[in-house]
């Protein structure tokens, strides 16, 4: 899966908090993508968005991106991007007419949609109601989708079908074993 040979580099999307950063988590899971020579995708906001991004990006030998997906309309307050967006760390920006998550992360009008269908395998990680919108629609487009928490409240309304993995040898393992399912291009 090294994107050569017609194979397509997989997608990783990483979503939590766009406050708290969680950093043992974060730095961890983004070293491990960029490791595996994988994309990254998050909402390319603060908090976990930018802690997963900067461990990911400090990893020298990287092949991946580090992929943001967008608030940016101008002309309508509710889209336009708040300030922290795109962090530093963004280094392919996908630039959408599409609002910020919060509450109502799973409405069509949600950047929450192209976020989870977007990526091969999504990482939850701590986080309030966008994250939770997030692993729902993962849920309801069948996107393999794992909780890298200590504890499922970390995520609220966590649903039950979401497995829970507390090392990064869990996680790695399943995200390694959806990923063996993956069309060739």
């Known amino acids: 899966m090294n994107g050569a040979g017609g194979r397509r580099r ?46 990911f990006a400090a990893v020298g030998d990287r092949r991946g991106l580090v992929i943001g997906v967008l608030p940016n309309a101008e ?5 336009r ?12 920006a996908i630039r959408t007419h599409l609002p910020l998550s919060g509450a109502c992360g799973t409405s069509p009008l949600s950047r929450n949609h192209i976020n989870v269908l ?4 999504v990482i939850a990680l701590p986080g309030g109601p966008g ?3 997030e692993v729902r629609l993962a849920v309801r487009y069948a996107r393999p ?3 890298f928490v200590t504890d499922r409240s970390q995520i609220p309304g966590l649903p039950d079908e979401v497995p829970c993995a507390s090392t990064l040898a869990e996680l790695a393992a399943f995200v390694l074993e959806q990923l063996s399912g993956l069309p060739e291009a």
């Open 81 to 92: 991007a708040p300030a922290g967006y795109p962090n530093r760390w963004v280094e392919l």
């Open 75 to 79: 002309d309508d307050q509710r889209c």
């Open 145 to 147: 989708c794992v909780a």
């Open 118 to 121: 977007t990526a091969d395998v």
């Open 10 to 55: 997989p997608v990783i999307g990483v979503m939590g908090s766009g406050v708290e950063r969680h950093d043992t988590l974060a730095g961890a899971v983004g070293t491990w993508i960029a490791r595996q020579g994988f994309h990254l995708l998050t909402g390319g906001g603060e908090g976990v968005m930018a802690a997963v991004g900067e461990s």
């Open 131 to 133: 994250t939770s919108s």
